[in-house]
């Protein structure tokens, strides 16, 4: 029978498509175009964009108020939410964002990324927290089932909030088509648009605390000393949660005319940056999943990243595993991408390889399984 599925797509924004806006494109659009019999609703909280609207049986549904704050999340969860469900009468609800209606009573299928809130939430707004850590837990008890990004994500799931393990299934992410291998000569165009013709790390992420900048820092310090070849690191992200300790760590360093700041790059020219650099510093103290680390493996670029949380099990063999703690660790990773060769070589074979577990057809897959798991129990 053809099914009605209701997506929550309010995070499907033309030209700021952010982590979770991306997996709803990528993995929504694959669900959409290759079950055709199927109805899906599309659900904004603000005008859309046509490029959205991924088939012929898509129908987009537009309510507001548009929600970018808890209490409008509130408004628009517990009272617009339902009363268009309520219309369209779903077999399953899709929410990729990790929110849920509380006060709707169809049988919904909610995506938590990760749980860093439980774990950092001084690195969040004192309304932002209040609102994931009041509602996140009542969300996954009320899920008729729940997606998540990496085994990580799913056992920290079980253990904070008591969920079932039957009910939770694991999407890998996937990562964007532009990140492939860069040729010699747009390397050099690269390096001359922002190193000054000169080699150079990278990291890439939202300057939060848990990303541990700080400590990348005080590594990439330690690393120059040593340094004859005039190596950078260039830093790609928005200064959104930039700090005091990220302040302090930056403004004590002796090398700190080595650091470039690019800013927020789109995906093409971020592709180019993360192919022409000699590694990728993803140390953070807290990932749910970590999709730089996949974007490098496409890049065959080397990778060091951190041996906590959901990072070894993406990274698998194919990363150098640091202790995001230890300036040191980091800081001779660094060493060891530059003076041996063969190591780097051997890393980006492996992780040629270890690429291949993350697609974004694999994702779509995956969550088409789950969604038909969702629907399964609206027949028991």
Do not use: C
């Amino acid at each position: 029978r053809t099914l009605k599925i209701a997506i929550n797509t309010r995070l499907l924004l033309k030209d700021k498509l952010e982590g979770i806006g991306w997996f709803t494109y990528e993995s929504v659009k694959r669900v959409v175009k290759s079950h055709p019999e199927h109805t899906f609703y599309f659900i904004f909280d603000r005008k859309y964009s046509d490029e959205f609207i991924f088939a012929e049986n898509v129908i987009p549904v537009v309510v507001g108020p548009p929600a970018r704050h808890p209490i409008l999340f509130y408004l628009w969860y517990e009272f617009s939410l339902p009363k268009v469900l309520k219309k369209i009468k779903p077999d399953v609800f899709i929410s990729p964002d990790a929110f849920l209606s509380l006060s709707s009573e169809f049988n919904d299928l909610v995506v938590i990324h990760d749980l860093n809130f439980e774990h950092y939430p001084e690195h969040m707004s004192r309304i932002y927290r209040m609102f994931y850590r009041y509602f996140t837990p009542k969300y996954a008890l009320k899920a008729t089932r729940i997606a998540t990004v990496s085994e990580f994500s799913k056992n920290d799931i079980i253990t904070q909030y008591g969920i079932d393990s039957n009910k939770i299934d694991v999407l890998y992410n996937g990562s964007n088509d532009v990140f492939k291998v860069v040729s010699d000569k747009d390397k050099a165009q690269v390096k001359k648009k922002y190193t000054n013709e000169k080699d150079y790390f990278v990291f890439v992420g939202a300057f939060n605390p848990r990303k541990n900048l700080q400590n990348i820092f005080k590594a990439f310090d330690e690393f120059k000393v040593n340094d004859s070849r005039g190596i950078k690191f260039v830093v790609v992200g928005e200064k959104m949660y930039w700090n005091k300790e990220i302040n302090e760590s930056f403004e004590r360093m002796s090398f700190k005319d080595d650091v470039i700041f690019t800013g927020r790059l789109g995906p093409q020219d971020l592709s180019l940056v993360v192919g022409s650099s000699l590694a990728l510093v993803y140390t953070s103290y807290f990932e749910g999943f970590g999709i730089p680390i996949i974007e490098a493996f496409n890049s065959e670029v080397p990778v060091i990243t951190s041996n906590v949380t959901a990072m070894p099990e993406i990274a698998g063999d194919a990363a150098l595993l640091v202790n995001p703690s230890n300036v040191k660790e980091i800081s001779s990773a660094m060493r060891s991408i530059v003076d041996d060769e063969e190591l780097s070589l051997t890393l980006v074979e492996k992780g040629r390889k270890r690429r291949n577990e993350f697609s974004w057809e694999k994702t779509a897959d995956r969550l088409w399984k789950s969604i038909m798991e969702t629907v399964k129990n609206n027949q028991i």
